[in-house]
């Protein structure tokens, strides 16, 4: 038996490079999965791809109807809501404070925050009618440190850690439990093609030589610990945050001077 067998995921953001390594996995795994994203060309797509289990409904992750109509689809095509990822991000091109705007400021925040609210609030109730269930916070090494030209990113993600514990605290009587995983930097688009606004991406002034585990993370990495987390072998586990980084928040090992 599959461990999400008659399970229903909602994945946002879910045509992305990690969003789809998870609707993948989940699908492999049993779940009925439901594609959400902005993108309806690569979601139908993916939908196709994977067959009657699957499902792409088109989500703006900033707007509460879109939200609302997201989760009626999941109840209606597939009887309940088991599953909550929210996956959905996007990054600020980078910019020190003082030459950041304010629409770019609001745009990242409504995504990377306010979508995780929304989304949060119109899952639950469905989660309480499926008899519980799990949201798991797609967040950041960089809510959990400063760095710098990335004021509006880093500020989201340092947020939804805050809003993780407390929909922990909220909703785990109903047995729905609310877990964060802050990736480090995974080889995907999101870091090897620049940010809109801007020519240079992430992974032109990063190298993991320095650290512990020497390569890019992959988005299968991070899948693996989504799986587990919102599997019943993490029952026990809510408000939670989960780093995989490769030992990047660890620093740079040290190598000594040989003679």
Do not use: C
């Amino acid at each position: 038996m599959n461990r999400f067998d008659n399970q229903t995921v909602l994945v946002t953001g879910g045509t992305g490079g990690q969003g789809s390594s998870h609707v993948r996995a989940f699908h492999a795994e049993g779940a009925n999965v439901v594609i959400g994203d902005i993108d309806a060309q690569r979601g139908a797509a993916l939908a196709d791809e994977l067959g009657p289990r699957a499902h792409f409904t088109r989500l703006d992750v900033t707007d509460e109807n879109s939200w609302s109509a997201a989760v009626l689809v999941a109840e209606r095509v597939f009887g309940a809501l088991n599953v909550l990822v929210n996956n959905a991000g996007v990054q600020n091109p980078p910019a020190p404070i003082e030459k950041t705007d304010q629409a770019t400021w609001s745009r990242i925040l409504d995504i990377n925050l306010t979508g995780t609210f929304l989304g949060i609030k119109v899952a639950a109730p469905a989660l309480r009618r499926a008899a519980g269930g799990a949201i798991v916070n797609i967040a950041s090494t960089m809510g959990l440190g400063g760095t710098a030209h990335y004021a509006p990113y880093v500020a989201s993600k340092w947020a939804v850690r805050g809003l993780t514990r407390t929909a922990a605290l909220e909703l785990g009587r109903d047995h729905i439990r609310v877990n964060t995983i802050h990736p480090g930097v995974i080889s995907t688009s999101f870091i090897h093609e620049p940010a809109a606004g801007t020519t240079a991406a992430i992974g032109d002034f990063y190298s993991p030589e320095p650290f512990a585990i020497p390569r890019l993370g992959e988005p299968i990495d991070v899948t693996r610990l989504l799986l587990f987390l919102t599997s019943s072998e993490a029952s026990f586990i809510t408000g939670s945050e989960y780093v995989i980084d490769g030992g990047l928040l660890l620093g740079p090992v040290l190598q000594p001077e040989t003679a």
